[in-house]
């Protein structure tokens, strides 16, 4: 199939959300990894929930109501200047090791992201982490006013790239995500950070299942939703295999910058 462009999740596919975990122990020791792992579950949540119930509010607003839940529901006490620095985390997140390496690898071809993030906090953390000279586009759902995994939040690739969901590859680690933009009509590339075997073994070995062993099981597994992606990848970089070979025949020519 023809290849217009790859279309990247930004949150957990480009940038490791874990990596919060860095400001949240240095904030609260005891407590770092729960906050890390209870903060995205309801940040997620609250994305969804707003969406369901119209009430739109920006992907930065809502990170910050989903800390002081988080913050409040452990016990711990927290003043505005400590979330501010945990916050900050969030315009400079870590890239996963594979990003670079991977969108460098297919550079000629149309790379873009489209994220729940609002432009803003977007433009700042893609800036920041110097990858503003490897994507043509970066999209946020605010111009649609609804969070992924919402039909309306994936239509902003075509009304902005100008290029079909069938000839679009969408790339995302999550697996509601990866699920919802097939559902849509992308092809698909998930990113299986966590096979089954691993999140088993993992289990089978730890005397208590612990906050991030927990978020691999919610999280980091393919939904059981009857729609399967149509390339389980390990790594970021196995996707020039898609573009390699006699396979690159069927990549376009790069869009407009």
């Not at 297919?106 to 800036?127: R, Y």
């Not at 950070?193 to 991030?212: D, F, K, N, Y």
């Amino acid at each position: 199939m023809t290849i217009d462009a790859f279309v990247f999740d930004a949150y957990g596919t480009l940038y490791d959300v874990q990596s919060v975990s860095q400001i949240t122990t240095e904030e609260f020791p005891e407590h770092g990894d729960l906050i890390t792992q209870v903060w995205r579950l309801k940040q997620l949540e609250y994305t969804w929930l707003r969406s369901m119930m119209g009430s739109y509010r920006s992907f930065w607003e809502i990170t910050e109501e989903s800390l002081i839940y988080t913050l409040d529901a452990i016990g711990v006490t927290s003043d505005k200047a400590t979330r501010d620095r945990i916050m900050d985390k969030y315009l400079h997140l870590d890239p996963h090791p594979d990003c670079v390496t991977a969108l460098d690898a297919l550079a000629g071809v149309p790379l873009a992201i489209l994220s729940n993030g609002n432009q803003e906090i977007l433009d700042t953390l893609v800036a920041n982490t110097g990858l503003d000279t490897k994507l043509q586009s970066v999209i946020s759902i605010d111009k649609a006013g609804i969070f992924k995994p919402h039909n309306g939040a994936y239509a902003l690739v075509e009304s902005t790239l100008k290029v079909k969901p069938e000839n679009t590859v969408f790339v995302s680690s999550n697996a509601f995500d990866a699920c919802a933009a097939k559902n849509f009509g992308f092809q698909v590339a998930w990113i299986e950070r966590v096979t089954p075997e691993a999140l088993a073994a993992e289990i089978s070995a730890a005397e208590v299942v612990g906050p991030s062993t927990m978020f691999k099981l919610l999280r980091m597994q393919m939904e059981n939703l009857g729609m399967e992606p149509d390339h389980r990848l390990k790594s970021l970089n196995d996707l020039a295999g898609l573009v390699g070979g006699a396979g690159k025949s069927a990549v376009s020519a790069p869009l407009d910058a």
